[in-house]
């Protein structure tokens, strides 16, 4: 299974984002989302930023995974 994951915009050099998630840096590719600015939140999938969310839908979403892990990890015990 494939997820796309919202992630918050650190940063941007040329077509390059560094986004954050859970203190984890990474490096994607913002080619696909024109006019990206540092605090937007993208989705990522596969190394690119894929589309801009509200804050509102990311901070939900994110809200969501969490749960989700939580509960995935409950079961396991």
Same mark, same amino acid.
């Given at each position: 299974?494939?997820? @796309?994951?919202?992630?918050?915009? /650190?940063?941007?050099?040329?077509?390059? $984002? +560094?986004?954050?998630?859970?203190?984890?840096?990474? &490096?994607?590719? #913002?080619?696909?989302?024109?006019?990206?600015? %540092?605090?937007?939140?993208?989705?990522?999938? @596969?190394?690119? @930023?894929? /589309?801009?969310?509200? %804050?509102?839908? #990311? /901070?939900? +979403?994110l809200r969501l995974l969490?749960?989700?892990?939580?509960? #995935? /990890?409950?079961? &396991? $015990?």
């Amino acid at each position: 299974m494939c997820l @796309a994951v919202p992630l918050k915009v /650190e940063k941007i050099d040329d077509n390059v $984002a +560094t986004v954050m998630s859970d203190g984890v840096r990474i &490096r994607v590719d #913002a080619s696909l989302v024109p006019d990206l600015k %540092p605090g937007d939140y993208v989705l990522v999938h @596969a190394g690119f @930023a894929i /589309e801009v969310l509200k %804050p509102e839908e #990311a /901070e939900e +979403t994110l809200r969501l995974l969490d749960e989700m892990l939580g509960s #995935a /990890e409950d079961d &396991r $015990a």
